[in-house]
């Protein structure tokens, strides 16, 4: 318009938008498995810039803190994953991740990996942040040796493995009695208390300490065994502990 007259025609403006990539998007999450157990991980993104949206693929940018991540084909697990900026074999872009034995605890890993769409990475990493929630693990005899002489006791140091529960905080029970000679609670690790006549006797020394009593004039190597099993007050040793007691020849004089 000059103030009087408008144009009789409307220009046009005709504006025109470059296309800039737009880069996928790594989703963070968190997944929870139990002790001693792997658990399979979709690594999963997103992107705005296809239609339809093509595959994403994966890379591990930073291997986990505590455990291992493996390749994995959806069911079994696949090869160890050792170095950054790995991809993911999977074409779900899924991995394997295994704790350490035993190990336990809420956030008590996390790795991180980025996605790809085939023209360029995610921005920023998306992070896997693992809970490992603790399981009971039940307790372990050990199998013991012990040695003596002819007519002499033995005190026989009674032993078993936990991952939760200290050895001596475990509970020693009497479950085969010996094949020879005679087995007796102690207070003090040397002197004979009350004979152990039954199984399923519970240990009573606080350092689960019994006595072996050989027959008489007895010997052997070895000479005879008995058993045991421990447990933390919920799960009781799988197998027994073996006593192995070997007796060594002492001259007798003649009378």
């Given at each position: ?32 498995t ?15 810039e ?21 390749q994995?084909?959806?069911?079994t697990?696949?090869s160890?994953?050792?170095s ?17 034995l ?6 008590y ?114 000479y ?31 009378v």
């Amino acid at each position: 318009s000059d103030g009087t007259l408008t144009s009789a025609t409307a220009g046009v403006v005709t504006v025109s938008i470059s296309n800039v990539h737009d880069a996928p998007v790594s989703e963070s999450a968190t997944v929870s498995t139990n002790e001693d157990t792997g658990v399979i991980i979709m690594l999963n993104g997103s992107t705005v810039e296809y239609n339809p949206v093509p595959g994403l693929s994966a890379q591990v940018t930073v291997l986990p803190t505590l455990g291992s991540v493996y390749q994995t084909d959806g069911v079994t697990r696949g090869s160890l994953i050792t170095s950054v900026n790995t991809n993911v074999t999977d074409g779900e872009n899924r991995v394997w991740y295994e704790p350490v034995l035993h190990g336990h605890g809420s956030s008590y890993t996390t790795f991180s990996f980025r996605m790809y769409d085939g023209t360029g990475y995610s921005a920023s990493a998306g992070v896997i942040t693992v809970d490992v929630v603790s399981v009971n693990d039940g307790p372990h005899a050990l199998n013991i040796s012990a040695s003596g002489d002819e007519d002499t006791n033995v005190a026989v140091q009674l032993n078993g493995t936990d991952a939760e529960t200290a050895s001596l905080s475990l509970v020693y029970t009497i479950t085969s009695l010996p094949t020879a000679g005679s087995i007796y609670q102690t207070t003090d690790g040397s002197t004979l208390g009350a004979q152990i006549t039954s199984t399923n006797t519970v240990v009573s020394n606080a350092n689960k300490f019994v006595i072996f009593e050989p027959v008489a004039n007895m010997r052997g190597v070895p000479y005879a065994t008995f058993e045991y099993t421990v447990s933390d007050g919920t799960l009781t040793s799988a197998t027994a502990g073996v006593v192995t007691v070997s007796i060594s020849n002492v001259h007798d004089a003649p009378v």
